[in-house]
């Protein structure tokens, strides 16, 4: 299994990107935004915690998340990989997936971390909000506040993986294309050959 984080804060491509990616290296996509939002989608109990604090644009907590993740890695256990996007978001959160991975025989081969810059993130997500149906996309208030908690909480975790050589930084400005080519680079230079 070659498993891959795709890094970075809140508008800067990873659901883009990671669409792309699983279907070229063929891994099973786990966003814990998308999972989160199918729960507020079918209005369950999760869900409708969940969805207070995504309101307000705060990280929901890490056992919720975990949970979510862990119910995911047993569900698909034949898969070449997992993309995880929008997780580990928290330290604890990352010793947590280690210790999943672990318990599967498996590990984090790359962490690719895309680097945008706050006003280019800010614009980006104001854009999306008009046509994403998104709550937290539509308020500015909102998203500095998902930029703050990424800065305070979610930025430290790339120092997590950096003792493992496992961190690879990309510029997320430029075509989807150029963004994805120097994606995949990163990810052939460390994925076993077949
Ligand atoms: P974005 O990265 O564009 O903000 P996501 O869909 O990844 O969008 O996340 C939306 C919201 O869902 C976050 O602001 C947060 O409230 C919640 N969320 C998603 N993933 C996590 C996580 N791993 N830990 C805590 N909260 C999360």
């Known amino acids: 299994m070659f498993n891959i984080i795709l890094f970075g804060p809140p508008g800067s491509g990873k659901g883009t990107q990671s669409e792309k990616l699983i279907a070229k290296y063929n891994l099973k996509h786990l966003s814990?935004?998308?999972?989160?939002?199918?729960?507020?989608a079918a209005?369950?109990?999760?869900?409708?915690?969940?969805?207070?604090?995504?309101?307000?644009?705060?990280?929901v907590p890490d056992?919720?998340?975990?949970?979510?993740?862990?119910?995911?890695?047993?569900?698909n256990p034949q898969v070449a990989g997992f993309l995880f996007d929008g997780f580990p978001r928290t330290t604890a959160q990352a010793e947590a997936l280690d210790k999943l991975l672990k318990l599967k025989g498996t590990s984090i081969g790359i962490v690719l971390a895309l680097e945008v810059g706050e006003e280019e993130i800010v614009s980006r997500l104001l854009n999306r909000g008009l046509t994403s149906g998104r709550s937290d996309d539509t308020n500015e208030t909102i998203i500095r506040n998902r930029i703050t908690e990424y800065k305070n909480k979610t930025s430290i975790v790339a120092n997590?993986?950096?003792?493992?050589?496992?961190?690879?930084?990309?510029?997320?400005?430029g075509s989807l294309d150029e963004i994805f080519s120097a994606l995949c680079?990163?990810?052939?230079?460390k994925m076993p050959q077949k």
Not at 33 to 40: C, K, Q
């Open 43 to 59: 209005a369950t109990p999760l869900g409708i915690e969940a969805k207070k604090m995504m309101d307000q644009g705060q990280l």
């Open 160 to 173: 997590y993986y950096t003792a493992t050589d496992k961190v690879k930084h990309i510029k997320g400005e």
């Open 63 to 75: 056992e919720v998340v975990v949970g979510m993740i862990s119910s995911a890695l047993d569900a």
């Open 32 to 40: 814990t935004g998308d999972l989160l939002r199918s729960e507020i």
């Open 185 to 189: 680079k990163e990810i052939e230079a």
